[in-house]
């Protein structure tokens, strides 16, 4: 494979398994340094640093809560220091949403949701803008969800904090276009992750047949595939789509 981002330098967040380790292999896989950030699950960290260290990327696992401010910070720190730069950041943390009705959840977890989700993404993204103004150049990409646009019933969090999110990526692109610095979302549809499979779980068998049923593809999507666009937009060929959140779902919205 090319190695179109040899020398760069990459930070994801929640790269520790799904669809954020995905991206740290497809950036290690394309010559870039890549660091990650998890927040709790140390054994799938290890494998995803031992993955990163094989393909010759030497690899940076940092442990950061994305909801705290200061881990954020200290851990934005840490790359700078081990690569003296930072080109693209791909946040991909996320929360697994409660699945109640607004009705029935709590004030708790509504606030735990959007702290990883909205406020995360907004510590991440914040910190790393410093550094790409003052140089002049980096890409932003954040994981969002066709929730946002879905508004399904019992997944008002999603809905909510990525839709937050998306408007966050949009004003971001007009506000650092002109430094140099290049922001989109990429809304994803079900996709084989471990929430995926706890979302499949809750709703049981035969609500989740009749989900893949209805997406046009007629299967889910994998990490990998959602990895490879996320290389692409932070390539030079995606060097003229800035403030875009663009879907990766089999066509599951149009399916509704």
């Known amino acids: 494979?090319?190695?179109?981002?040899?020398?760069?330098?990459?930070?994801?967040?929640?790269?520790?398994?799904?669809?954020?380790?995905?991206?740290?292999?497809e950036f290690a896989r394309r010559g870039a340094r890549v660091a990650f950030l998890f927040r709790s699950r140390e054994d799938e960290a290890g494998r995803t640093l031992a993955q990163l260290r094989e393909l010759g990327a030497g690899g940076l696992s940092i442990r950061a809560d994305v909801s705290d401010p200061e881990a954020v910070a200290g851990a934005l720190e840490q790359v700078l220091g081990e690569f003296g730069g930072l080109d693209v950041v791909a946040h991909c943390a996320g929360a697994m949403g409660s699945w109640k009705t607004v009705r029935e959840m709590t004030a708790g977890e509504w606030c735990d949701y959007v702290n990883v989700d909205l406020n995360g993404a907004f510590h991440v993204i914040q910190g790393a803008l410093r550094p790409m103004h003052q140089q002049g150049s980096g890409v932003i990409i954040a994981i969002s969800s066709i929730a946002a646009q879905m508004c399904q019933a019992r997944n008002g969090q999603g809905a909510a904090a990525k839709a937050g999110l998306e408007a966050l990526i949009r004003v971001v692109a007009r506000e650092e276009g002109r430094h140099g610095i290049r922001a989109n979302a990429v809304a994803v549809g079900l996709t084989g992750t471990a929430m995926a499979e706890?979302?499949?779980?809750?709703?049981?068998?035969?609500?989740?047949?009749?989900?893949?049923?209805?997406?046009?593809?007629?299967?889910?999507?994998?990490?990998?595939?959602v990895a490879k666009f996320v290389a692409f937009l932070a390539s030079e060929e995606g060097a003229y789509i800035t403030g875009k959140v663009l879907q990766i779902d089999g066509g599951q919205f149009i399916g509704g």
């Open 198 to 225: 706890e979302a499949f779980s809750r709703w049981g068998p035969e609500v989740s047949k009749r989900i893949v049923a209805g997406i046009p593809a007629g299967r889910i999507g994998t990490p990998e595939e």
């Open 1 to 25: 494979m090319e190695r179109d981002f040899s020398g760069k330098a990459v930070l994801v967040s929640g790269g520790s398994r799904g669809i954020g380790r995905a991206v740290c292999l």
